[in-house]
């Protein structure tokens, strides 16, 4: 182990590195101290050096503890025990490449030259696995990984410490942009350019994907345990979809010129699980779960109800599922009850009040009201409709319908029948949701659409390419919900055996199919009509 190069200092021993740095600071204690002296106003500057100094100090005792911990190179047993268990989950290895040198930084920026083992990734004997049918199908779009064999035990990320890796993953989320996040790293003395730090940071985002792929996986053949987080809790779940542009490439490029490219919108689709209150407002100190995807919406009712799974929601006290108008959300709700096993008499389904109020401004609209005529209509309607009454909200605007005779295709009854079919669902029992006191409104999943996509994800020249969108916006979910820790743990394991790069993707059931033969005769499939001008479509 030696710093900066291979023919740099050598590090031994964290007391040998703890008394060389001592004796450096017994002497720029005095610098310092003539320096405050002389101009007291210099104190920031000075704070700043001690600060570096003792940064540096904790990174070269951390190194010779390293040094110290990995003085004997891993057994050929142990080598061999990895390589076992990363076959197993479908990564095979190569032996081992005795003395591979790597560059590792640490959080004061300090560079080490590493000498480890390390066990490349096998792509012929993977290649020979998949045509065996003894890996997924999909397995393909996972190129397998190789591993760093001491550096994996101790969970370092792409060149760089643990905690390094951390905190460059968290300045990238919290930051405008990549190169604000350089220049604060810059700071803090460590240098980094900006594709390392994008290669740091999307690192640490496929790896949660990775875990998440993982799990998914385990749901679907009945090995994911279940938690005990909503035992007994008044649960509280929503889902909605957000806006981003993708950047799509067109033609390859050619020298000389530049790649030209489709700035198309795509929709992130989100989902949030937390815990109420006995005034039907997020518990305060409580956990929440946000996760999301820019796959199918089948792709995020899977996701859904693998986390409903994890947390046991099927031992909650009661769940409420809340939501726009949205068809792709309503028409797979069932299907995710059914996985999940929670008894019918524990759900409730409520559409967001305050988008079924702005259909029935917009069918007054489309009745021709004028606009200064109408706030008093829609001001008793929307009363009517808090109080549970829906049906004396939809005979109204039919008979104001009838009374200019209306043909049966106007679009004015597209909002009157979407107010009938959410009434018929019982999604719209909005006084019961009152003396339940449970949400009415779902601001929650607004509200994380905002600041997980809209503020970072979002906005003018920002294109983004699909995996890294994927990852970002699953590092930001889990950022946002504090669940950054328990990821983190899950991703450490994983690289224990090398894990899947840039594959998220899974297989998702054919829900709709489904749902449609368990529940056509009972006529319980959902049938909303489109409404022009509606956010709301049908995925």
């Known amino acids: 182990m030696n710093i900066q190069t291979n023919e740099g200092r050598t590090v031994n021993s964290a007391q040998e590195e703890f008394e060389l740095v001592a004796e450096e600071v017994k002497t720029a204690i005095k610098n310092w101290r003539e320096r405050l002296r002389e101009a007291p106003a210099k104190l920031p500057e000075v704070e700043r050096e001690i600060h570096r100094q003792m940064e540096r100090l904790a ?22 025990a990895v390589r076992e268990k990363a076959r197993e989950e479908g990564n095979p290895l190569k032996a081992p490449m005795r003395h591979y040198s790597i560059k590792v930084a640490f959080l004061s920026g300090l560079i080490l030259c590493l000498r480890v083992v390390y066990c490349p990734a096998d792509k012929r004997k993977r290649d020979q696995l998949i045509a065996a049918n003894l890996l997924p199908e999909d397995a393909e779009q996972a190129p397998g990984r190789g591993v760093h064999v001491e550096l994996g035990e101790f969970g370092f990320g792409k060149g760089c410490t643990p905690g390094l890796e951390e905190d460059i993953s968290r300045l990238v989320c919290w930051f405008p942009s990549m190169e604000l996040a350089r220049k604060e790293l810059s700071r803090k003395g460590v240098q980094k350019n900006i594709k390392q730090i994008r290669r740091i940071a999307l690192e640490m985002g496929f790896g949660m994907l990775d875990v998440r792929r993982q799990r998914i996986q385990q749901w679907k053949e009945n090995t994911l345990p279940r938690g005990q987080q909503l035992k007994g ?78 947390l046991g929601a099927k031992d909650a006290q009661s769940i409420e599922f809340v939501s726009d108008g949205a068809p792709w959300i309503w028409n797979r709700l069932n299907w995710v009850i059914d996985k999940v096993g929670i008894a019918p008499e524990k759900v409730i389904k409520v559409l967001d009040f305050w988008h079924a109020a702005h259909h029935i401004s917009l069918t007054l609209e489309r009745l021709g009201v004028p606009e200064r005529q109408r706030k008093a209509p829609y001001r008793t309607l929307r009363r009517e409709l808090k109080m549970g009454r829906w049906r004396r909200v939809v005979e109204e605007l039919e008979n104001l319908a009838s009374e200019q005779k209306l043909p049966e295709d106007h679009e004015a009854f597209q909002g009157i029948e979407y107010l009938r079919v959410h009434g018929e669902c019982e999604h719209l029992r909005y006084l019961m949701c009152k003396r339940k006191r449970i949400t009415r ?81 009972a006529d319980q499939l959902l049938k909303i009509p489109e409404i022009s001008g509606d956010r709301s479509k049908v995925a």
């Open 233 to 310: 809790k008044k649960v509280a779940v929503a889902i909605d979809g957000g806006r981003i542009r993708f950047r799509e490439n067109t033609k390859k490029r050619k020298k000389g010129k530049k790649t030209t490219f489709e700035p198309n919108w795509r929709e992130p689709k989100l989902l949030i699980i937390y815990i109420m209150d006995e005034n039907g407002k997020k518990q305060k100190q409580s956990a929440c779960w946000i996760d999301g995807t820019f796959q199918k919406a089948d792709h995020v009712m899977e996701l859904l109800a693998m986390h409903l799974h994890r």
């Open 59 to 80: 990174d070269l005792v951390l190194a010779g503890l390293l040094a110290e911990v990995g003085a004997q190179p891993p057994s050929d047993e142990k080598i061999e």
């Open 441 to 521: 409104g779902s601001g929650a999943i607004e509200s994380s659409i905002r600041r997980v996509i809209n503020l970072r994800m979002k906005g003018n020249g920002i294109f983004w390419k699909e995996e890294n969108a994927e990852a970002f916006m699953v590092m930001r979910a889990n950022l946002l919900s504090e669940q950054w820790e328990s990821e983190i743990s899950a991703i450490r394991k994983r690289r224990l055996t090398g894990g899947s790069k840039k594959h998220y993707r899974w297989e998702a059931e054919d829900i709709l199919r489904n749902v449609k033969l368990e529940y056509e005769e």
